[in-house]
């Protein structure tokens, strides 16, 4: 009975909440002021770090701990950048918007660790679970035994196992005195990735959680706060991956911003990438747009 009524309860604050992004009115009711003193510590903090990025994930969790059916996700940015691993989120803490940081010194056997949880059960105590990958920009496991297929996301793990399958084929064809007749469908310099293309460090974060933290009313700089629907985790994630990886790899961004959850997200996704039919619409949120803005 009660994950039927949680599952009442979430929908109609979903269908709230689109409300609000559609009339573009309310929202600012779940405005948590920014905590700039946490925010300071965490980019001085991270300004010490100047390590070169080696893999980047989106990591998402149930926001309780344990799903149970469809329930909103927090979401956070996980880096690998020798010799540390590196997580990092938005949250809503003691009413205000936070930043968490977690770096840890650890060689690359432990990345598996790196990408699991625990959370406390009635049932089973102190359970141990995975993070669901939405995104990933890592190594190929075929160059790298240290990243397992675990550590990829969906789409990517989709892609290794038809190259595998190709390659079995050819393989096969070879093995029987014939050259292969079909290209493969792959190219094997994308598949086998070495080392991921990014130009960023991790002291770089510092200046992004600043720029994403601030914004201009009347030429005076403002800080940013928190919102659950308009501000949230999963926007930051997102917007950090692309800031960290998103030049180089612009699907995988378009990919995990089909994912995200909150009405002001998705709005925001069909309106960077409208679908065939969904011009009307977007030209009809861009007026509900300006009409707000000269009331």
Same mark, same amino acid.
């Given at each position: 009975?009660?994950?039927?009524?949680?599952?009442?309860?979430?929908?109609?604050?979903? #269908?709230?909440?689109?409300?609000?992004?559609?009339?573009?009115?309310?929202?600012?009711?779940?405005?948590?002021?920014?905590?700039?003193?946490?925010?300071?510590?965490?980019?001085?903090?991270?300004?010490?770090?100047?390590?070169?990025?080696?893999?980047?994930?989106?990591?998402?969790?149930?926001?309780? #701990?344990?799903?149970? #059916?469809?329930?909103?996700?927090?979401?956070?940015?996980?880096?690998?950048?020798?010799?540390?691993?590196?997580?990092? @989120?938005?949250?809503?803490?003691?009413?205000?918007?936070?930043?968490?940081?977690?770096?840890?010194?650890?060689?690359?056997?432990?990345?598996?660790?790196?990408?699991?949880?625990?959370?406390?059960?009635?049932?089973?105590?102190?359970?141990?679970?995975?993070?669901?990958?939405?995104?990933?920009?890592?190594?190929?496991?075929?160059?790298?035994?240290?990243?397992?297929?675990?550590?990829? @996301?969906?789409?990517?793990?989709?892609?290794?196992?038809?190259?595998?399958?190709?390659?079995?084929?050819?393989?096969?064809?070879?093995?029987? #005195?014939?050259?292969?007749?079909?290209?493969?469908?792959?190219?094997?310099?994308?598949?086998?990735?070495?080392?991921?293309?990014?130009?960023?460090?991790?002291?770089?974060?510092? @200046?992004?959680?600043?720029?994403?933290?601030?914004?201009?009313?009347?030429?005076?700089?403002? @800080?940013?706060?928190?919102?659950?629907?308009?501000?949230?985790?999963?926007?930051?994630?997102?917007?950090?991956?692309?800031?960290?990886?998103?030049?180089?790899?612009?699907?995988?961004?378009?990919?995990?911003?089909?994912?995200?959850?909150?009405?002001?997200?998705?709005?925001?996704?069909?309106?960077?990438?409208? /679908?065939?039919?969904?011009?009307?619409?977007?030209?009809?949120?861009?007026?509900?747009?300006?009409?707000?803005?000269? /009331?």
């Amino acid at each position: 009975i009660m994950s039927k009524f949680a599952r009442s309860l979430q929908s109609t604050s979903q #269908g709230i909440g689109t409300a609000m992004v559609s009339s573009n009115s309310g929202l600012s009711l779940f405005d948590r002021p920014l905590d700039r003193q946490n925010r300071d510590v965490v980019c001085t903090y991270l300004n010490e770090l100047p390590h070169k990025i080696v893999a980047c994930w989106i990591a998402a969790r149930p926001v309780n #701990g344990i799903s149970n #059916g469809y329930t909103y996700e927090h979401w956070c940015v996980k880096i690998q950048a020798p010799p540390s691993l590196i997580s990092i @989120d938005f949250l809503e803490s003691d009413g205000r918007g936070k930043f968490g940081l977690s770096v840890t010194t650890a060689m690359e056997a432990e990345l598996q660790d790196f990408l699991m949880y625990y959370v406390q059960t009635p049932q089973h105590g102190r359970k141990r679970m995975k993070w669901r990958i939405v995104a990933s920009v890592t190594p190929s496991p075929l160059s790298n035994k240290s990243y397992k297929p675990d550590y990829l @996301d969906p789409h990517e793990l989709s892609t290794l196992k038809k190259y595998m399958k190709t390659l079995k084929k050819k393989s096969q064809t070879i093995s029987n #005195g014939k050259q292969p007749g079909i290209k493969s469908i792959v190219n094997d310099d994308e598949i086998i990735l070495k080392k991921i293309k990014c130009n960023k460090k991790v002291c770089d974060i510092a @200046d992004f959680l600043e720029m994403w933290t601030e914004f201009e009313v009347k030429n005076k700089k403002k @800080d940013k706060p928190y919102n659950a629907v308009s501000h949230n985790c999963q926007q930051f994630a997102l917007h950090l991956f692309k800031y960290l990886v998103g030049t180089h790899y612009p699907q995988k961004c378009i990919d995990a911003s089909k994912q995200t959850q909150s009405p002001a997200d998705i709005k925001a996704h069909k309106k960077q990438h409208p /679908k065939k039919g969904d011009d009307n619409d977007n030209d009809n949120d861009n007026e509900n747009d300006n009409n707000q803005q000269t /009331k």
